[in-house]
């Protein structure tokens, strides 16, 4: 018997797990991941303003990397912000998550049957606790209308120093290639970057060579001598349109309670998720009594809630995939990125302010008033028939 069954061992769950590690150290864990180790293969970024300063603390055995700022380059704008950037890495998580003495993480394992008080993994084993909560990613709904963020990234050893000292978040000065595409690179030490080819694309499918060639081919032009390949990595996102959360949420009902993005819980324009893992796992160890119907309630207002605040979001949006062609679409995030720097923190931070919103649409648009127009009510609900949301 165990207090909190976790299924999967993504960053949702490795959070939880570590939160509720320090809040609640009598609470036993379980965690049946299918892989060989916690976290995948992955990188998880964000920026210093996403969290708060007890946030920063808690999290703070996980972090890998540190910078004091970024740049974005576009064909008419290049500009660095002085706003601080950290990422985790997958093997940081599971070294620190699996290191903890609450912690029985099974790996190797499928989850195949789950309800609000067990789970039965594909070894015949049957998993009982008081709360079982369910990070196994997103799950295929017609209840979103979505579009994604997809990438593949490779970490390169330079034969030389590389000379980038700070991360760069968009290099959209490259061929758009049918969607809004731009290279992203990450520093980590003097002889190793991180490179992903990253695309704002209409369909999720992946090709995963092309991407990874790309991605190489950039740091050829870059002039960085690639030694070797010492890892890849590979990601699909959700960029949410429209849609309904409650019926999302309905379907999972007498279930495990969600997290992560099975259960909404990421940014709607970059998919990115760090950030409202942190705050579910605060309230998941805030949770009395620790059950699953308890934390499904308490999760299930919080998703509503920040539905609620991110529908402007849900507008850009359709803005971005439906008021210009896809080629045209890095125009939109040419201008965003003239604006002031707080405002750019604010939108990542999901906390704009009224003036924020008003700053994102005044001016003169960088699409067709029409198109925009028109995008704001053709995208704004599911795709029926042939969707792939």
């Known amino acids: 018997m165990t207090d909190v069954i976790l299924l999967g061992g993504g960053l949702a769950n490795g959070l939880i797990a570590l939160r509720l590690a320090a809040f609640r150290p ?6 049946i ?5 916690l976290g995948g293969n992955h990188t998880w970024s964000f920026f210093d303003s996403d969290l708060s300063a007890d946030q920063h603390r808690w999290i703070a055995p996980l972090l890998c990397h540190h910078w004091p700022g970024y740049s974005v380059t576009f064909p008419n704008l290049k500009r660095r912000l002085a706003c601080g950037y950290q990422s985790i890495a997958s093997e940081r998580l599971h070294q620190v998550v699996s290191g903890l003495p609450q912690i029985r993480a099974v790996f190797g394992r499928q989850v195949l049957r789950a309800s609000t008080h ?5 070894s015949g084993e049957t998993w009982r606790g008081t709360c079982v909560i ?3 990613g997103y799950q295929s709904s017609p209840t979103l209308n979505l579009r994604y963020q997809k990438f593949v990234g490779i970490e390169v050893e330079t034969i030389d120093p590389h000379g980038v000292t700070e991360p760069i978040l968009m290099d959209a000065r490259v061929a758009q290639g049918g969607d809004y595409r731009f290279l992203y690179v990450l520093p980590l030490d003097g002889q190793t970057l991180l490179v992903e080819d ?3 694309s209409d369909i999720p499918s992946l090709d995963f060579d092309r991407l990874k060639h790309a991605a190489q081919d ?6 960085w001598k690639i030694r070797r390949i010492r890892r890849t990595e590979r990601g699909i996102l959700p960029v949410v349109l429209g849609g309904n959360i409650e019926t999302l949420w309905q379907k999972y009902e007498n279930g495990p309670a969600p997290v992560g993005s099975r259960g909404g819980f990421f940014h709607h324009t970059t998919g990115y998720s760090l950030a409202d893992a942190v705050r579910v796992a605060e309230i998941v160890a805030e949770t009395e009594p620790l059950t699953t119907q308890a934390v499904f309630s308490r999760l ?8 609620t605040e991110r529908a402007f979001y849900r507008v850009l949006n359709r803005m971005l995939f439906g008021a210009c062609e896809p080629n045209a679409r890095y125009q939109i995030m040419q201008k965003f990125y003239r604006l002031p720097q707080g405002v750019i923190e604010r939108f990542y931070a999901s906390r704009l302010t009224p003036m924020d919103k008003l700053r994102l649409v005044a001016g003169r648009s960088p699409v ?4 925009a127009v028109l995008s704001l009510v053709h995208h704004s609900q599911p795709r029926r028939r042939g969707a792939v949301s």
């Open 218 to 223: 950039y740091a050829i032009r870059r002039e």
């Open 33 to 37: 991941e299918p892989y060989a180790r």
């Open 300 to 307: 299930y207002t919080y998703a509503r809630q920040i539905w």
């Open 198 to 200: 990253t695309r704002y």
């Open 368 to 371: 067709p008033i029409g198109s």
């Open 26 to 31: 009598d609470i036993r864990l379980t965690i």
């Open 118 to 122: 067990q789970a039965e993994d594909s």
């Open 134 to 136: 369910d990070g196994r």
